[in-house]
């Protein structure tokens, strides 16, 4: 069974980091690339930053590059996404998914497998 689980989220201040962990599971992960991309309320669901599967080349949005980092530890299966300089807007549901391609990696519709979501708050 494909398992995404994210953690680290919650409420912080604004100016403050954040740490996001997405462990995977129930698939070659060296095989895929993984996103990860938020939604705010009443928005859609836009793609903040990923690492690609080939090389692990790392791409973000304008609005979040040089705040956000994406890394991925292969040997845990694991990818996090340290936030830091966290603004009121980057308020959102964060999710991580996957994606058997490495090609348009911040569009929603590449990904297979999607995490159940983890609420960041940035309070100002």
């Known amino acids: 069974e494909v398992q995404l689980v994210e953690s680290g989220g919650g409420l912080v201040q604004a100016g403050g980091s954040l740490r996001l962990s997405c462990a995977a599971s129930?698939?070659?992960?060296?095989?895929?690339?993984i996103g990860w991309f938020r939604q705010a309320p009443g928005k859609e669901r836009e793609g903040v930053s990923c690492?690609?599967?080939?090389?692990?080349?790392?791409y973000y949005a304008n609005s979040v590059k040089g705040r956000f980092t994406i890394s991925s530890d292969n040997a845990k299966n694991t990818v996090y996404l340290q936030m830091n300089s966290l603004k009121p807007e980057d308020t959102a549901v964060y999710y991580c998914?996957?994606?058997?391609?490495?090609?348009?990696?911040?569009?929603?519709?590449?990904?297979?497998?999607w995490g159940q979501g983890i609420q960041v708050t940035v309070s100002s």
């Open positions: 998914a996957a994606a058997y391609s490495d090609y348009d990696l911040l569009v929603r519709s590449r990904y297979d497998y």
């Open positions: 129930g698939f070659t992960f060296d095989d895929y690339a």
């Open positions: 690492i690609s599967s080939s090389d692990r080349s790392t």
